[in-house]
């Protein structure tokens, strides 16, 4: 079992739609969590940063942190298409070493 | 402002040849790392280095080398190129604190290497 699980997807939403993303994970050490927009082709970049549980809204966007159940979200509010991207979360115990879960594809249709 | 440099973007190789993936960042980030991107596997870190003349392996180390001799430069060295090495390859970089990295990680644009 890895140590950060994530739905692959393809997930496909109307424009406007609000998406859920999701991760689980099962290491108790991870403090530091994150979440990475990837665009095809090219290279991550953090979207969201928070420091272990509760929530963070930046914009249209918001993460949510629930170390009790080892459950991490983003949300993403009117959405668009230029959300179209793999979203990669990841994790950190406060160490070297960041662990990414595999990625969803999010797919906005206008 | 360049961030994180990558060279080449596209390299093809044959089983059991060598080669280096160039990185380099402007930023003067103490940690950098090198990630391989397979799918359905997410990223997974080869090598990191959190200063000059100081590296640590990851996940995923057999068969790749690293040194950082310069505060910019972590070059990825693979030894003898196999096939399944074929991926995506990313370097990262970022600011340290309290002695580890901090989450926000500067990504290159990725370089596509295939073995044959």
């Known amino acids: 079992q890895k140590e950060v699980e994530q739905d692959p997807g393809p997930l496909s939403v109307p424009e406007g739609a609000i998406v859920s993303l999701n991760c689980t994970y099962s290491n108790s050490a991870f403090q530091y969590f994150m979440w990475y927009r990837q665009y095809s082709r090219k290279g991550p970049e953090l979207l969201m940063y928070t420091y272990s549980s509760g929530n963070k809204e930046d914009g249209r966007f918001t993460a949510q942190v629930d170390k009790s159940s080892k459950y991490i979200s983003l949300f993403i509010r009117d959405s668009q298409p230029s959300d179209s991207a793999t979203y990669l979360c990841?994790?950190?115990?406060?160490?070297?070493?960041?662990?990414f879960g595999g990625g969803t594809r999010l797919m906005v249709k206008p | 402002n360049a961030g994180v440099t990558q060279t080449p973007k596209f390299q093809v190789l044959k089983t059991g040849q060598s080669m280096t993936l160039q990185c380099a960042q402007d930023?003067?980030?103490?940690?950098m790392s090198w990630y391989r991107q397979d799918p359905g596997m997410g990223l997974r870190l080869i090598h990191y280095s959190v200063g000059a003349g100081i590296t640590d392996q990851g996940e995923v180390p057999n068969g790749y080398n690293v040194s950082r001799s310069t505060t910019e430069d972590f070059p990825l060295r693979l030894l003898s190129a196999a096939p399944s090495q074929t991926s995506v390859y990313f370097c990262a970089s970022s600011q340290t604190l309290a002695g580890g990295v901090t989450g926000e990680l500067f990504f290159g644009e990725g370089s596509r290497l295939t073995v044959l």
């Open positions: 990841a994790m950190n115990n406060a160490g070297n070493m960041l662990t």
């Open positions: 930023m003067n980030h103490e940690y």
